[in-house]
């Protein structure tokens, strides 16, 4: 099993920045990639950005040039750093990790932060 919390949510102006982290916790044996995911209210749940345990990264295009994602194997935590937020960034952040075993793919996921940004 694998633990993950996210925090550093909160309230931010437009054109603000934030920094979330994911701290897991349990085996990351297995583990190959870790996410970070995002749903508005109302809205189905998204894929925003992710990193590889070789830290190749891929971004959604809506954040692609803002956000940035990285990762601490060291310490087992995941980071994303979101310059020149907009409203419409607005969703509860949620991490999120994957790990390949016997074929299968297992997924873990945190509680959620908070990120709302006004205009």
């Known amino acids: 099993q694998v633990q993950l919390v996210e925090s550093g949510g909160g309230l931010v102006q437009s054109g603000g920045s934030l920094r979330l982290s994911c701290a897991a916790s349990?085996?990351?044996?297995?583990?190959?990639?870790m996410d970070w995911y995002r749903q508005a209210p109302g809205k189905q749940r998204d894929l925003i950005a992710s990193?590889?345990?070789?830290?190749?990264?891929l971004y959604t295009d809506s954040v692609k040039g803002r956000f940035t994602i990285s990762r601490d194997p060291t310490e087992n935590k995941m980071y994303l750093q979101m310059n020149g937020l907009f409203p419409e960034d607005t969703a509860v952040y949620y991490c999120?990790?994957?790990?390949?075993?016997?074929?299968?793919?297992?997924?873990?996921w945190g509680q959620g932060t908070q990120v709302t940004v006004s205009s």
């Open positions: 990193i590889t345990t070789e830290g190749r990264t």
């Open positions: 999120h990790a994957a790990r390949l075993r016997a074929g299968k793919i297992d997924s873990y």
């Open positions: 349990g085996s990351m044996v297995g583990i190959y990639a």
